[in-house]
C-alpha cells in the first residue's frame, strides 16, 4: 500500500473517497473495453482471445515502471510497501475455482 496520506498526496479523510473514485474508473473502463464479456473471458481460458491477457500484462508491466520511476525520484520507499506472505495454496485453489466459475459462466 503506497502511503498517500503520510506523503500528503491525500489529507485522511480524502483517501478513502480518492480510492472509491479510482476504483470505480478502473472498473468503468475495463468495462467499456469489453473486458467483462463473458466471451472474451472464456475465450482467454480456451485460448482463442489474448486480449485480457494483454491488457492485464501491460497494466502489470505500467505499474513496475511506475513503481521505478516513483522510487528513481524520491516520491516512494518501497520499504515502507507491505507486501503480504505468499500463500501459494490458497492461490492455486482460488485460481481453479475461479477459472471453473469463468468457463461455466461462460459456457
Same mark, same amino acid.
Do not use: C, H
Given at each position: 500500500?503506497?502511503?498517500?496520506?503520510? #506523503? /500528503? =498526496?491525500?489529507?485522511?479523510?480524502?483517501?478513502?473517497? !480518492?480510492?472509491?473514485? #479510482?476504483? =470505480?474508473?478502473?472498473?468503468?473502463?475495463?468495462? $467499456? *473495453?469489453?473486458?467483462? /464479456?463473458? $466471451?472474451?473471458?472464456?475465450?482467454?481460458? &480456451?485460448?482463442?482471445?489474448? @486480449? @485480457? @491477457? $494483454? +491488457?492485464?500484462?501491460?497494466? @502489470? +508491466?505500467?505499474?513496475? =515502471?511506475?513503481? !521505478?520511476? =516513483?522510487?528513481?525520484?524520491?516520491?516512494?520507499?518501497?520499504?515502507? +510497501? &507491505?507486501?503480504?506472505?505468499?500463500?501459494?495454496? *490458497?492461490?492455486?485453489?482460488?485460481? #481453479?475455482?475461479?477459472?471453473? *466459475?469463468?468457463?461455466?459462466?461462460? &459456457?
Amino acid at each position: 500500500m503506497m502511503p498517500l496520506t503520510s #506523503l /500528503n =498526496f491525500f489529507s485522511p479523510w480524502l483517501a478513502t473517497p !480518492a480510492a472509491l473514485l #479510482l476504483g =470505480f474508473g478502473f472498473g468503468f473502463w475495463l468495462e $467499456r *473495453g469489453g473486458l467483462g /464479456n463473458a $466471451r472474451k473471458l472464456t475465450g482467454m481460458f &480456451y485460448l482463442t482471445d489474448f @486480449v @485480457v @491477457v $494483454r +491488457v492485464m500484462f501491460s497494466a @502489470v +508491466v505500467v505499474a513496475a =515502471f511506475g513503481l !521505478a520511476l =516513483f522510487q528513481a525520484l524520491g516520491i516512494l520507499d518501497l520499504k515502507l +510497501v &507491505y507486501l503480504p506472505p505468499l500463500a501459494l495454496g *490458497g492461490i492455486i485453489i482460488g485460481g #481453479l475455482l475461479m477459472g471453473i *466459475g469463468f468457463v461455466t459462466g461462460g &459456457y
